[in-house]
């Protein structure tokens, strides 16, 4: 189903980066200069599970209230519950042709926030060590028995939320914040509204100005992107950092160049990114959409090169508290999508 808001793009085999482990921290290889920082809600670490598009597009909502003097932390796992949820039915109603996971892009969170409300990150916080492929197998095996149940989908729906409900905890039906009550859909619709969020991409394959669908596996919901030329994009981005606005960024981090030891994306080439560059490599897959980031500040090295301070959700394992710093001509290169706040743009 398309949606209203403009939403970006993604390329094709999604997150086998997402869910990288970290090893021990290095000694940071260069000292970085802060230019610009937003102030951010803690770290989270998305563990075993393939959200990083869920945890990094609701950090970037989570900053976007800070700059309004409120303060949300909100449940990954909620989200993450519904996610499967979705993906249990689309795999009973397609005859077993949908192979159930929690891939997907930043904006399908703001999908969910929309169809199944929002929790507060204390109130519903999944227990430790959840396993999301063995969650996905069982949701599967349900998914496909029920379709010869006489109840089908609701026998579906039974078991899956007695499954969920032992291995993810019990949903709240009340969020209580600040002396008020909400459901959680009324929650969610005080934090972020329909159409709050535009997403862009950049690639010549689809005309500049306007709204496209990239042909990409992991856009399950056919999500509508908003296509601008690369030096546009970067403007957008540098626009909405300096002017204290969070960008959720979407993109590849399997170059060499790219370290989460070391908390620092860097191209390897020496080459100028270009926009025939961008397609070329988006082309032959050698850009590829793997994972999501909050992206929050400007910083520089000693040697006046900028990179863009993003927050990650793999812990705080590495030289910068979880932070990691992404070159200025790895962003170019390396994007597929960026949403932000209409606001921003």
């Known amino acids: 189903m398309r949606k209203a ?34 102030p951010v809600t803690p770290v989270k670490n998305q563990e075993g ?20 003097g409120d303060s949300v932390n909100l449940s990954p796992t909620f989200l993450c519950r519904y996610a499967l949820t979705e993906q249990a039915h689309r795999r ?16 399908m969170a703001l999908d969910l926030l929309q169809s199944h409300g929002a929790m507060p990150y204390n109130s519903y916080h999944r227990a430790e060590n959840v396993d999301y492929k063995s969650l996905a197998a069982q949701l599967t095996r349900m998914a496909d028995s029920s379709r010869a149940h006489l109840k089908g989908v609701a026998h579906l729906d039974q078991q899956a939320s007695k499954l969920l409900d032992d291995v993810m905890g019990f949903t709240p039906s009340w969020v209580f914040m600040l002396g008020c009550q909400y459901t959680p859909m009324e929650f969610a619709r005080s934090i972020c509204k329909k159409d709050e969020y535009v997403a862009l991409t950049s690639f010549t394959h689809h005309p500049f100005g306007e709204a496209c669908t990239l042909e ?30 969070p960008v959720c960024w979407e993109g590849d981090v ?8 070391k908390g620092t994306g860097e191209l390897s080439s020496g080459s100028r990114v270009t926009q025939e560059s961008r397609q070329r490599d988006f ?42 710093y992404l070159s200025e001509e790895y962003v170019k290169a390396k994007t597929i999508c960026i949403v932000l706040h209409k606001d921003a743009i």
């Open 92 to 107: 009973y109603a397609t005859g077993g042709r949908h192979k159930i996971s929690l891939r997907g892009m930043a904006p």
């Open 216 to 245: 990409v596996s992991d856009n399950q919901h056919h999500s509508l992107f908003l296509n601008v030329p690369m030096d546009s994009l970067m403007a957008c981005i540098n626009r909405a950092l300096t002017h204290g606005h």
């Open 5 to 38: 808001f403009l939403i970006v793009a993604v390329t094709a085999v999604l997150f086998s980066a997402c869910r990288e482990k970290q090893g021990a921290p290095e000694t940071p290889a260069r000292r970085f200069h802060t230019d610009v920082m937003l």
């Open 49 to 68: 599970s393939d959200a990083c598009w869920i945890y990094a597009m609701l950090a970037t909502i989570e900053t976007e209230h800070i700059r309004y």
């Open 283 to 324: 082309d032959h897959q050698k850009t590829t959409d793997d994972h999501c980031m909050e992206m929050v500040g400007i910083a520089h090295d000693d040697n006046q090169r900028r990179y863009y301070i993003c927050k990650n959700s793999w812990g705080k394992g590495n030289p910068y508290g979880g932070f990691i």
């Open 254 to 261: 399997t170059e060499p160049g790219f370290s989460a030891s």
